[in-house]
Structure formats: C-alpha cells, structure tokens
C-alpha cells in the first residue's frame, strides 16, 4: 500500500485505536481512506487527491479536541469491551452449556432441540439451530479443542476489533458456516460444536488481512494460510465435518473483507459501539436457546 503512488500517508501511530480515530474524522467528512500496518506502526492513507483536505480535517479535529477526552482513571472500565479481550467469560459460558446438557450419545432436551440436524432445519425450519449447536459439544474433548484453539484466535481477533464486535462476527461466521453447511448437505445429518465459530474465526483475521494487502501474491499467501489452518486442524477425525470447518472459514473471510472495506472496523474505537454489538450477539444466542427449549 505504501508504495502505490496514489496513495498518500497522511498519520500513523504505534497503536491501532488512534488511527481508527483518525479514520473516523475522515469517515464524517466522506473522505476515502484506509488503514494498514506496515513498518511497525499503524497508517493512515488516503487518495492523492485528497491529501489536503484529509490533512487539514484531522488537524482541525485535533485543535478542536486537544486534551479532550480526558484520560480515564487508572479504575475506569469504560473502554473494557474495546481495549481488553473477552474471553474467558465466554469460554466459561461453553463450559457451563456443556455441564448443564451432557453429552451427545446420552441426548437429552438439549442436543435434542439444539442441534444442528439438517431434517429439522429444513423441513421444520428450526433455524435457531445453526446458532444453538455452535455451543454444544459430543464429549470433553471435543470442548477443550474448541476452547483452547478458539479461546487464542478469539483474543487476537477482539483485540483487533473489541470485545463486543469480535465475539459478534465470531457467532455470525458460525451460524453463517452451519447455515450454508445445512443447505448442501440435505436432510439425514446432524453435527454440533464450536469448531464452525473457531473456522469463523480464522477466516476474519485472514478477511482483514488480506483487505490491507495490495499485490495479488500477498493477497494469496493470506489466503493460503488460512486454508493451510483448515487443512492441518480441520479435516482430521472420526467425527469431523469438513463442510462446516470449511463454511465457516469462507463466511468468516467475507465478513472480515467487508468489516475492513467498509470501514466499520473504525467504530470499534468506540465503547457504546461494542456494548451495542455485544447486546445484538447475546440476544441472538438467548433467543435461539429460548426458541430451542420452547419447541
């Protein structure tokens, strides 16, 4: 990106939510921009042609804006959901659902009306079940592969992102992944697990990489990479659904692609921005268990 001559650098920082700022000064005065990282620092770019004017907006903003906000006290938690991963809670929570429901082979009202069985989903259309069964897991295994490898992928992606967002794209790659995975697999299949979220997950990060990269070699080695995760982790063992791994890593990447494209990745910066994510996801999540449970 740095080196496209159409391109100008017009602010960089070493942290991220600084230039997410930045780049949401240009976003209300419709000025196109992006933001990549290179050299050890985060940069901000804009056209050619906009040079100026993006220079002179960011630095009325920060004439208007010196020493506002004011630093946060050393007790202040209002930027938690956007400065500090979420994880565990949510790690807790998979935990939790899996004490309360047993286990796959011994069945129970949980696997019963969570999981994701395709002849349910589409002759009842029970839809709820794509988000349901991304939280329900055949034995401790199972779960603790899940928890492990997603809990490392979900804290480099919030931390990109914030808390509320990530965990939000995170349950929409996974629904999306099963939702598509449902559709061509056709009646007479059943499958449960976080995994489709975990691929989910891979394809963000690779989504939001490959939307800062510029040459189609860079573009393909992003690519390559996450398609080498799905291979070396996602394809193995007796009970492993492929087309779910593989779904959820292709939703994943096209929600990371247009996160960046789009520039909402911007808004991150903002608190009440990831607390209105996080509420969004937690709704979907309750709503599909309280449509599970009551059907």
Same mark, same amino acid.
């Given at each position: 990106?740095?080196?496209?001559?159409?391109?100008?650098?017009?602010?960089?920082?070493?942290?991220?939510?600084?230039?997410?700022?930045?780049?949401?000064?240009?976003?209300?005065?419709?000025?196109?921009?992006?933001?990549?990282?290179?050299?050890?620092?985060?940069?901000?770019?804009?056209?050619?042609?906009?040079?100026?004017?993006?220079?002179?907006?960011?630095?009325?903003?920060?004439?208007?804006?010196?020493?506002?906000?004011?630093?946060?006290?050393?007790?202040?938690?209002?930027? #938690?959901?956007?400065?500090?991963?979420?994880?565990?809670?949510?790690?807790?929570?998979?935990?939790? +659902?899996?004490?309360?429901?047993?286990?796959?082979?011994?069945?129970?009202?949980? #696997?019963?009306?969570?999981?994701?069985?395709?002849?349910?989903?589409?002759?009842?259309?029970?839809?709820?079940?794509?988000?349901?069964?991304?939280?329900?897991?055949?034995?401790?295994?199972?779960?603790?592969?899940?928890?492990?490898?997603?809990?490392?992928?979900?804290?480099?992606?919030?931390?990109?992102?914030?808390?509320?967002?990530?965990?939000?794209?995170?349950?929409?790659?996974?629904?999306?992944?099963?939702?598509?995975?449902?559709?061509?697999?056709?009646?007479? #299949?059943?499958?449960?697990?976080?995994?489709?979220?975990?691929?989910?997950?891979?394809?963000?990060?690779?989504?939001?990489?490959?939307?800062?990269?510029?040459?189609?070699?860079?573009?393909?080695?992003?690519?390559?990479?996450?398609?080498?995760?799905?291979?070396?982790?996602?394809?193995?063992?007796?009970?492993?659904?492929?087309?779910?791994?593989?779904?959820?890593?292709?939703?994943? #990447?096209?929600?990371?692609?247009?996160?960046?494209?789009?520039?909402?990745?911007?808004?991150?910066?903002?608190?009440?921005?990831?607390?209105?994510?996080?509420?969004?996801?937690?709704?979907?999540?309750?709503?599909?268990?309280?449509?599970?449970? +009551?059907?």
């Amino acid at each position: 990106m740095e080196r496209d001559a159409a391109w100008r650098i017009v602010a960089q920082a070493p942290g991220q939510r600084q230039i997410l700022l930045w780049a949401l000064v240009l976003s209300a005065v419709e000025i196109g921009h992006r933001v990549v990282f290179a050299r050890h620092h985060w940069q901000l770019l804009v056209a050619i042609e906009d040079e100026a004017a993006a220079q002179q907006e960011l630095a009325a903003y920060e004439a208007e804006n010196h020493d506002w906000p004011p630093m946060p006290a050393a007790d202040d938690d209002s930027l #938690f959901l956007v400065e500090r991963p979420v994880v565990i809670p949510v790690v807790g929570g998979l935990l939790a +659902i899996h004490v309360l429901s047993g286990t796959w082979r011994q069945g129970g009202d949980w #696997f019963t009306n969570g999981a994701a069985t395709t002849t349910s989903i589409l002759e009842q259309h029970q839809w709820w079940r794509v988000i349901t069964a991304l939280t329900l897991h055949a034995d401790v295994l199972h779960l603790l592969g899940n928890v492990v490898i997603g809990g490392v992928l979900a804290y480099f992606l919030c931390r990109l992102t914030g808390s509320g967002f990530g965990w939000l794209l995170i349950l929409l790659a996974g629904g999306l992944g099963n939702a598509v995975n449902v559709l061509l697999r056709g009646s007479g #299949f059943e499958s449960v697990g976080f995994s489709t979220a975990v691929f989910g997950t891979v394809g963000i990060l690779a989504g939001l990489r490959v939307a800062r990269l510029t040459s189609a070699q860079d573009v393909l080695v992003g690519a390559g990479g996450a398609l080498s995760l799905l291979a070396l982790l996602g394809s193995e063992g007796e009970r492993t659904d492929l087309g779910a791994h593989l779904w959820g890593l292709v939703a994943g #990447f096209l929600l990371g692609l247009v996160v960046a494209r789009t520039g909402m990745l911007c808004w991150a910066v903002l608190p009440r921005w990831q607390v209105t994510a996080a509420v969004v996801g937690l709704m979907l999540l309750v709503g599909a268990w309280w449509l599970a449970l +009551i059907n």
